[in-house]
T-cell receptor
Framework: KAGVTQTPRYLIKTRGQQVTLSCSPI?????VSWYQQTPGQGLQFLFEYFSETQRNKGNFPGRFSGRQFSNSRSEMNVSTLELGDSALYLCASSLAGNANTEAFFGQGTRLTVV | KQEVTQIPAALSVPEGENLVLNCSFT??????LQWFRQDPGKGLTSLLL?????REQTSGRLNASLDKSSGRSTLYIAASQPGDSATYLCAVKVQGAQKLVFGQGTRLTINP
């Protein structure tokens, strides 16, 4: 059974550009969450989607957005990139998104903003 | 606001030792607690999931306990090996929100 797949693995962008990251969850999983990991702040929650609906959002500016498609694949977009957006972006999937399900993470996308 | 703390931040031990990693959280209103392992530059690998109604879970050489009332969890690693070297993260699933709140992690080094 394939795990969570994130593409691309690495990205280098210039300040002011925008970027789209993709996440394919484990087959049958309908909940997808996104996290940002930086050395200073650790892992911080961005947003969570279930059945194409955003159910929860973290404390990030509106430049960070996401969506989920009918096949449960998810994308996140960051517009007007800033140097501080450089981070490892991790996607997690879980079976039904209810309270007690286990979260499985992908390998992440390493974004570098120059 | 839920806060998760992991102590120590770093730990270095010789191969073969048994060791304990600690995790504490401020709000006992959680659905579950999950322990992860992260190798440098990689994603997170789930090690153990403990539901809020459970006291412990075991997988191979790993044993995790949960005391929800005191806001504490421990991860016990038996007979440590160099391949266990990684950063270990604990995370709680917050009631009323579909999100995990993470600790800062413990960087573990097992010396051959």
């Amino acid at each position: 059974k394939a795990g969570v797949t994130q593409t691309p693995r690495y990205l280098i962008k210039t300040r002011g550009q925008q970027v789209t990251l993709s996440c394919s969850p484990i087959s049958g999983h309908r909940s997808v969450s996104w996290y940002q990991q930086t050395p200073g702040q650790g892992l911080q929650f961005l947003f969570e989607y279930f059945s194409e609906t955003q159910r929860n959002k973290g404390n990030f500016p509106g430049r960070f957005s996401g969506r989920q498609f009918s096949n449960s694949r998810s994308e996140m977009n960051v517009s007007t990139l800033e140097l501080g957006d450089s981070a490892l972006y991790l996607c997690a999937s879980s079976l039904a998104g209810n309270a007690n399900t286990e979260a499985f993470f992908g390998q992440g996308t390493r974004l570098t903003v120059v | 606001k839920q806060e998760v703390t992991q102590i120590p931040a770093a730990l270095s031990v010789p191969e073969g030792e048994n060791l304990v990693l600690n995790c504490s959280f401020t709000d006992s209103a959680i659905y579950n607690l999950q322990w992860f392992r992260q190798d440098p530059g990689k994603g997170l690998t789930s090690l153990l999931l403990i539901q809020s109604s459970q006291r412990e879970q075991t997988s191979g050489r790993l044993n995790a306990s949960l005391d929800k009332s005191s806001g504490r969890s421990t991860l016990y690693i038996a007979a440590s090996q160099p391949g266990d070297s990684a950063t270990y993260l604990c995370a709680v699933k917050v009631q009323g929100a579909q999100k995990l709140v993470f600790g800062q992690g413990t960087r573990l080094t097992i010396n051959p």
